[in-house]
């Protein structure tokens, strides 16, 4: 079994759980990231602020890109936890 944590640069305290455990860290997008393209085709609901919505887009962004990577590397029993 290989587990990916995905987490953020400055989420260290985050990242400070998993120390010591047999995981591996995936760096997640963060919402400045988001290049126009991706920010145009996720649609989010009129009441959402537009930092809401990159951040959304942000993290489908650091999930694809994981299953991107999981799929070319033919990786099998992965677990994704964020």
């Known amino acids: ?8 640069d400055e989420a260290t305290d985050r990242w400070n ?9 995936w760096k997640a997008t963060h919402y400045n990231e988001v290049d126009s393209e991706t920010d145009k ?7 959402v602020s537009r930092k809401n919505h990159l951040c959304k887009c942000a ?4 999930h694809f890109n ?3 990577h999981i ?5 099998n029993g992965v677990t994704i936890l964020r």
């Open 41 to 47: 085709k996720m649609i989010s609901f009129h009441n």
């Open 59 to 62: 993290c489908m962004l650091s």
């Open 17 to 25: 759980h998993y120390k010591g455990l047999d995981v591996h860290r």
């Open 71 to 75: 799929v070319k590397h033919k990786l």
């Open 66 to 68: 994981l299953w991107k």
């Open 1 to 8: 079994m290989i587990t990916f944590v995905i987490n953020l």
